[in-house]
């Protein structure tokens, strides 16, 4: 599972920022928020442009670059206001007792300068701008002149191996690989799946490989009113209905409202990063639901996932409560002149177990709060 994140000069994250996503001394929800001593996902709350998209793609931008084949635009992803011309990522998994440190970094061009990844006190692979050591193959050196500038060394070597004798490598991997990333304002699904032999996460291909009866029992056991059927006429394309409960008429998903396309184009990878593993990635969560929708689905996915985090950016506010989150699971991030995106961990101003954390949130007490608001609350 990530326990850690770190950025610099990416995107709006200017200076060296450290996102922490292992559990505090909090004792509430440990049960089911908490796994190994990792936090099963965390919120990323603030303004609009605050950087919230900015730190779930520098999140899901590792699927992209370990198992995505087509030219990745790297140099996109420099801060655009610094003349800083390096860009470094950290990514620190844990699995049990063990820990894997994943560190990178480019040169603007999008040439990678450094690939290092650290298992414990043991250096598995040094990449710099002179070639490569390794111990993950027999090969222990590779020269500048056989490494790719714009592509990753482990990518290689995984695709080579898939680290049958690191079996700590192996697992990151598979962790990746089960990963989906979701945008909801864009209705858009990616996955390292459409990258490797497992399945697609998309709603059709998930129901021609499954069925509908998974979400449908989802549905019944949460509550929803409606159902799912799809028909597939031979030799012709599939199509998916949605069925209100007390109407007799199946409603083609395409004339559906927007909030429950969004819904069924997210249960996909929700339902199987929930029951196997991996990151759900989710950018603009809750935009398009009700809020108690946005609970229960958050509530739902930490009391049954099983090794498994959800990472949202969203502006529902309503999520942040105890009985949902942990104080540690929310980041509040402000963009600041001079400094770019800022976080700020909200267990780090220690708030008791018990309050109402989007009161505090909104009263200005965490940081992150829009200064239109703050400055509405002064003129009042």
């Known amino acids: ?147 790719q500038p714009k592509s990753l060394l482990l990518k290689k070597l995984y695709e080579e191996t898939h680290f049958a004798q690191f079996p700590v490598l192996a697992k990151m991997f598979d962790y990746l690989i089960s990963s989906v990333y979701f945008n909801a304002s864009r209705n858009m699904v990616a996955s390292a799946r459409s990258y490797s032999d497992k399945d697609a996460v998309t709603l059709t291909e998930y129901i021609e490989l499954n069925g509908v009866e998974g979400i449908n029992e989802f549905f019944e056991k949460l509550g929803f009113l409606q159902r799912i059927v799809y028909r597939k006429p031979q030799g012709g394309p599939g199509r998916i209905y949605v069925k209100h409960r007390g109407v007799e008429v199946l409603v083609p998903l395409s004339m559906e409202s927007l909030g429950n396309k969004v819904l069924l184009n997210m249960l996909p990878g929700y339902l199987e990063v929930a029951s196997g593993g991996g990151m759900l990635i989710v950018d603009d969560y809750g935009a398009n639901f009700h809020n108690k929708q946005s609970e229960l689905l958050l509530s739902w996915f930490m009391k049954h996932s099983a ?12 999520l942040m409560k105890t009985s949902l989150l942990r104080p540690d699971q929310i980041y509040t991030l402000e963009f600041t002149d001079g400094h770019g995106t800022v976080t700020h961990r909200v267990s780090d101003f220690q708030p008791r177990e018990l309050q109402n954390l989007e009161k505090m949130y909104l009263e200005g007490q965490f940081g992150g709060l829009p200064a239109y608001a703050q400055m509405q609350k002064k003129s009042d």
């Open 1 to 147: 599972m990530l326990a850690k994140l770190r950025l610099r000069n990416f995107r709006s994250f200017k200076e060296d920022t450290v996102i922490d996503f292992t559990a505090t001394k909090y004792s509430k929800l440990k049960d089911t928020n908490v796994c190994g001593g990792v936090l099963k996902g965390c919120l990323f709350a603030g303004d609009n442009d605050s950087g919230k998209s900015n730190a779930i793609n520098a999140i899901s931008i590792l699927l992209y670059l370990l198992f995505d084949d087509t030219d990745f635009n790297m140099p996109v992803n420099f801060c655009f206001f610094s003349a800083d011309r390096l860009m470094e990522m950290e990514y620190t998994f844990r699995f049990g007792k063990e820990e894997v440190v994943y560190s990178l970094a480019f040169e603007s061009s999008g040439k990678v300068m450094t690939e290092k990844v650290t298992l414990g006190a043991s250096t598995l692979l040094d990449r710099t701008d002179e070639g490569a050591r390794t111990t993950l193959t027999a090969e222990n050196f590779y020269g500048s002149s056989r490494l």
């Open 307 to 318: 090794n498994s985090q959800l990472f949202v950016a969203t502006h529902s506010t309503c």
